[in-house]
Nanobody, 119 residues
Framework: QVQPVESGGGLVQPGGSLRLSCAAS????????MDWYRQAPGKQHELVAA???????NYADSVKGRFTISRVNAKNTVYLQMNSLKPEDTAVYYC?????????????WGQGTQVTVSS
């Protein structure tokens, strides 16, 4: 089992920046990738950004050029730097640790951290 724990959410004005952090504990060697998802009120979960152990990244089109995901493998920590924030970025952001085994992907979710972009 892996337990991600997020921190760094809060209230920010449009155009501002926030940095989310996620520290994973548990069976660390089983983590293959780490992701940030978000869920806005009344909407489904959306993959925001992902990063593998070799540093390959993937972003949702809506955040490309504004958000940056990074990872410190030695600290089992992943970050999401969010710049030029918009009201539509308001959501609960979840850190997810992925483990690949037998052709399946297992995802371990954190509790989430609220990000609110409002003036």
């Amino acid at each position: 089992q892996v337990q991600p724990v997020e921190s760094g959410g809060g209230l920010v004005q449009p155009g501002g920046s926030l940095r989310l952090s996620c520290a994973a504990s548990g069976s660390i060697r089983s983590i293959n990738a780490m992701d940030w998802y978000r869920q806005a009120p009344g909407k489904q979960h959306e993959l925001v950004a992902a990063i593998t152990t070799d540093g390959s990244t993937n972003y949702a089109d809506s955040v490309k050029g504004r958000f940056t995901i990074s990872r410190v493998n030695a600290k089992n920590t992943v970050y999401l730097q969010m710049n030029s924030l918009k009201p539509e970025d308001t959501a609960v952001y979840y850190c997810v640790a992925e483990h690949y085994s037998g052709g399946q992907t297992f995802r371990f979710w954190g509790q989430g951290t609220q990000v609110t972009v409002s003036s």
